[in-house]
Every structure is written in C-alpha cells, then in structure tokens.
C-alpha cells in the first residue's frame, strides 16, 4: 500500500488562491498595507462576531500580543504560569521583567491545577497565566476564584483554543484577557498573526499604543513601545481563512475520530478526548505512552514513526522550566506531573486534510511499536 510521505505534524490551511487575489486586490487601489487599515477592520470585526466577544486587538504574532496585554495592564512582580506550555508563555513574562513562578498541572487534561496555584500565591504575585493546552479549557471557574480572591488578574494563553467553547460560551470570553495566536500551523491562521480578547474596554487604547510604539497623538509618545502591528495581507489571509474554519474543523474532527478509535481502551494509551460540556476544536492529537503497560517508551515510538518518515512532534518536551536558558533558576521536580507527561507525551499528525488511510497507518506503526 502506497502513502504519501513524509507526513508531517501539521499542514496550514490555506483558502483557494482565487479567493485571496480576490481579497487582496483592493490594496493595489489604496496602496495602504498595513497600519491599521481595512482589511485589519474587516478582521477585527469578523473575528468579534465569530467569538462573540466585544474587545480585541489584533497583532503581528501571539507572542508579542502576550507581551504587550503585560505592558498595557503595567503588571509587576511574580506570575503563576505552567511549566508545560510553549516557550512564549514563560519568556513574555520574563522578557518583560516579571518573574515566573511554575504551578502543576492535573494529569487529566494537562492545564494548571488551582490547588497548586493557590498554594504559590504570595503579596508579590500580580497574575496568572494559564494556558488552555491542546484546547483543553482550564479550570476557569476556580481560577476566577482565586484572582477575585487574592486580586490578581488572570491571562490566558488561548493559542490552542480558538473556536473552542464551554456550553455555547467562547474560550476568548474567560479571565480578563486571552491571547490566541494565528501563527501557520494553528487551526485558524493569518500566516503569521495573533489577537488579544479583554474584558476591561480601558485596555483597548493601551493595546492599540503599546503595540505601535507607544504613540499616543500625532505629537505624543507616552510609553516605550514596540512594534506589533498585524499587516493588511495578513489580515486578508485570515478573513478567507475565517470562513472556512468550521469545515476545517469538521474534518479535524473526523481525524480526531479515527485515531481514538483505532488507540481508545489500548493499554499504556493516554488520549486527550473531549470535555464534558466543552465544544472542541481537534487542534492535536496528544497521546501520553505509560511505557510499562504500553511495552515502548515515547522515544521508541518517535523512533518508529521518523524511521517511515512520519514527524510527529514531542510536544511539549522538555519542560519550560528544564530549557537551557533557565538553567539553575527552577526545579521542575516540584511539578512532577508535568514532568511525568512532558517525558512520555507525542502529538500525532492532525490536519484538516489528513486522509483517513494515513491516520491508519500511523496507528499501525505507532502499535506495532510494541515490544
Ligand atoms: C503558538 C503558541 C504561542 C505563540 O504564538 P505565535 O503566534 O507563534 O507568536 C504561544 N503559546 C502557545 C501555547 C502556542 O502554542
């Protein structure tokens, strides 16, 4: 039987070409590409009425809208974050000068346990940044909780979890602001793109200044901003994309459908399915390997699937706070369950376009990986 290799972890969505010349024709009349221009409006707009939330701001990429939603809350001191995320959550913090400090997460759906972040809080901490991994929702109700208790704002990191919804209500509606990023090899991407939701409409001309230098008026700059502006061609190739995100999630869902069926009830198979009560949005398709019940460490797995050159991705591993940059500053002993998954956790590929018989045969490799 023949497949079509490599397969990769992910393919970007991309809208037929015909469509985006059609999108984009209109900057060659205005000759106004970026900066705030018609088609960042368009977007901005389609986007609020696709989530159904009253505020954001679009940027050039998730990470800078993360550092720049810290700069325009002025946050200071210590935030409690995951240690199993992407290296954007933990560096925006400490890029912009606070000092993270690292909470477990629950061994169901890997996001931030409130019991230990309630635990970590102290006077200096100012936030909370959780992060909805792999479109696991986090405990939002508790950690609302929490930050009502102890004042502290709370910042999602929502990079996975754009469309997913908890009984009808958007993800980007939790906390007081949440961070999705339309980086290429996210479900909905602007090729390079991001955008914050809030809930405090104060934040709106803060964002806006922040991420264009901090300028104020046409003769004022108050703050010693950065540059992060989302481009027009940027946002054109999210308002075509924006419209064919549903059915690109219908088909991640029946990618989705297929590995649970072929890996559900497998002894040493840990699958992420579903929440209850949670719309999802199939965005990977994490599997945790108990390599004792499994007969095959994650590694070994790895091995297998590169070996018929099929890239799945060990993500996240290692943990953010084993990086060689923090060298020496944590101790991810203190979280073992996020050590306990980040050693034994790989994405498969998951695309809109993955065709049934690839999803087969990956499973095939990945169990006869067994010893
Ligand atoms: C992709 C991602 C980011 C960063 O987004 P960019 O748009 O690539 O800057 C941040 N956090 C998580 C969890 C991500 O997956």
């Known amino acids: 039987m023949h497949h079509a290799t490599p397969i990769l972890v992910t393919r970007s969505s991309m809208p037929p070409l015909e469509e985006y010349e059609a999108e984009i024709a209109s900057l060659w009349e205005s000759h106004w590409l970026t900066n705030m221009g018609e088609k960042h409006h368009q977007l901005e707009q389609d986007l609020r009425s696709f989530l159904g939330v009253d505020h954001i701001a679009l940027f050039v990429n998730g990470h800078s809208a993360l550092e720049c939603v810290i700069e325009a809350m002025g946050l200071s001191g210590k935030v409690i974050t995951t240690p199993y995320s ?12 606070l000092t993270p400090v690292f909470a477990d997460i629950k061994p169901d759906d890997y996001t931030l346990d409130p019991a230990c972040v309630e635990r970590l809080v102290d006077d200096e901490t100012c936030a909370i940044m959780p992060v909805h991994v792999y479109g696991n929702l986090c405990d939002v109700d508790a950690l ?32 007081d602001a949440s961070m999705f990023s339309f980086h290429a090899t996210k ?20 964002l806006e200044q922040w991420k264009n230098f901090g300028i104020t008026g046409t003769e004022s700059v108050e703050y010693v901003g950065g540059n992060a502006k989302m481009n027009e061609f940027c946002a054109a190739m999210g308002i075509c994309n924006l419209r064919h ?36 949005n199939y965005a990977y398709l994490p599997v945790v390997f108990e390599e004792g019940e499994f007969g095959a460490t994650r590694d070994e797995v790895y091995e297998a699937l590169m070996a018929l050159d099929i890239h799945p991705r060990k993500y996240f591993y290692p943990l953010i706070s084993d990086y060689a940059c923090y060298e020496g500053r944590f101790d991810s002993a203190l979280t073992p369950v996020a050590r306990h998954v980040a050693d034994r956790v790989l994405t498969l590929p998951m695309y809109a376009d993955l065709s049934l018989e690839d999803v087969d045969w990956v499973c095939d490799v990945v169990l006869g990986a067994r010893r």
């Open 86 to 97: 992407f290296a954007s959550t933990t560096h925006a913090i400490v890029r912009k000068g």
């Open 187 to 206: 479900v909905f991407n602007t090729v390079e793109g991001g955008a914050v939701c809030f809930s405090d409409p104060a934040l709106a001309p803060l």
């Open 245 to 280: 995100v549903r059915e690109e999630i219908e088909k991640r869902r029946h990618v989705a459908e297929r590995y649970w069926e072929r890996l559900e009830g497998v002894p040493g198979v840990r699958l992420s399915l579903p929440q209850p009560g949670v719309t999802p």
């Open 144 to 175: 609302a909780e929490i930050a009502r208790r102890h004042g502290l704002k709370v910042i999602y990191d929502a990079a996975h979890a754009f469309a997913v919804e908890r009984d009808g209500i958007s993800a980007a509606a939790f906390g």
